[in-house]
Nanobody, 121 residues
Framework: QVQLVESGGESVQAGGSLTLSCTAS????????SGWYRQTPGKQRELVASIISDGITNYADSAKGRFTISRDDLKNTMTLQMNGLKPEDTAVYYC???????????????WGQGTQVTVSS
């Protein structure tokens, strides 16, 4: 079994900063792709940022210049540093990783439970 534990979601004022963390544990290794997604009511979940094992990152246009994604492979942890937060960043943020397990062949994707970020104007 794989667990993804997220933390860091809070209510902040516009212009503030937050750091979201996601730690994977359990039956998972060799995480090659990690990412943060967000979802608001009535909308599809959207990619915010992703990072692959060689460090290459990808950001949604809305996140470029404000958010930074990073990963620590020794700790199986991924973080999203969010600066200059705007009310439109309000959403539930989910982490997703793709990795291998000892019991299931190939690569599998796993989602965290989500953490609420609320930005007030």
């Amino acid at each position: 079994q794989v667990q993804l534990v997220e933390s860091g979601g809070e209510s902040v004022q516009a212009g503030g900063s937050l750091t979201l963390s996601c730690t994977a544990s359990g039956n998972i290794f060799g995480i090659d792709v990690s990412g943060w997604y967000r979802q608001t009511p009535g909308k599809q979940r959207e990619l915010v940022a992703s990072i692959i094992s060689d460090g290459i990152t990808n950001y949604a246009d809305s996140a470029k210049g404000r958010f930074t994604i990073s990963r620590d492979d020794l700790k199986n942890t991924m973080t999203l540093q969010m600066n200059g937060l705007k009310p439109e960043d309000t959403a539930v943020y989910y982490c997703k990783v793709r990795g291998r397990s000892f019991t299931t062949p190939g690569y599998n994707e796993y989602w965290g439970q989500g953490t609420q970020v609320t930005v007030s104007s």
